[in-house]
């Protein structure tokens, strides 16, 4: 069977998104040897840590987790871009099963009740046809035993496109806005946020304020990647 998958690659290549070179059967998205040379952020500590101290004194967060590190040009930069704009949802498939699998080796995020995404502008969402988190966040949710909800937290206001804003809009953020559809659904619950690529955490900190007007929740935040801020 996989002499024939390997034979029909030949055919139809499937290749690896970081060298380029062709997979064997055995292998999705990435080839081995990328693979082994992803840069996975090692996380000790789910409390405290890089992603954790970036809410500091903004919102209270439970617990934090990134996966990669993402650079200019790096692999993680690669899979992400790729996930984004090239409509390949099987990263995103690939990235929740790696995660899934290394958030049950350390017992973590596995008694979360519902899986958030951050909400894509409409705009957005019209240009690319998908929001890039949703076959994660199902795929994760599935891993780690707990429900999606993409539709509980939304986006109200997306007036302008990003490079359209002032610098000052963007760095406040002020345009984005969010609302919950739903508060009783999330009342005493544990709530992940998911994300793409973390950076200055200015939009998870906007649906965070949101979130945090509900009775006795739990906030956590789970992003593919985080990026140091330039
Ligand atoms: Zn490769």
Redesign the pocket.
């Known amino acids: 069977m996989h002499f024939f998958k390997d034979l029909l690659s030949i055919f139809y290549p499937n290749l690896?998104?970081?060298?380029?070179?062709h997979l064997f059967s055995s292998e999705t998205v990435?080839?081995n040897?990328?693979?082994n040379d992803l840069p996975i952020i090692d996380i000790l500590d789910f409390h405290s840590n890089v992603i954790t101290s970036i809410f500091y004194g903004k919102s209270i967060i439970y617990k934090g987790y990134s996966f990669l590190f993402y650079r200019k040009k790096n692999s993680a930069q690669k899979l992400i871009h790729k996930l984004k704009y090239e409509n390949r949802e099987d990263i995103g498939v690939f990235l929740a099963n790696w995660i899934g699998h290394e958030l049950h080796k350390r017992d973590e995020f596995l008694n979360v009740d519902y899986i958030l995404p951050v909400p894509l502008h409409k705009e957005k969402m019209k240009q690319r046809g998908y929001n890039q988190l949703t076959v994660f966040g199902e795929t994760l949710a599935r891993k780690i035993t707990c429900e999606y909800l993409p539709n509980v937290l939304i986006r109200t206001s997306s007036s302008k496109t990003q490079t359209l804003k002032s610098r000052f809009e963007r760095f406040n953020n002020i345009h984005t806005k969010f609302k919950l559809t739903n508060t009783n659904y999330l009342t005493n619950k544990h709530v992940l946020l998911i994300d793409d690529v973390i950076t200055s955490g200015a939009t998870l900190e906007a649906c965070c304020n949101e979130l945090q007007k509900v009775k006795n929740i739990k906030i956590s935040i789970l992003t593919m990647a985080y990026t140091q801020k330039t």
Request: hydrophobic share 20%.
């Open positions: 690896c998104i970081n060298c380029d070179k990435l080839c040897s990328c693979k």
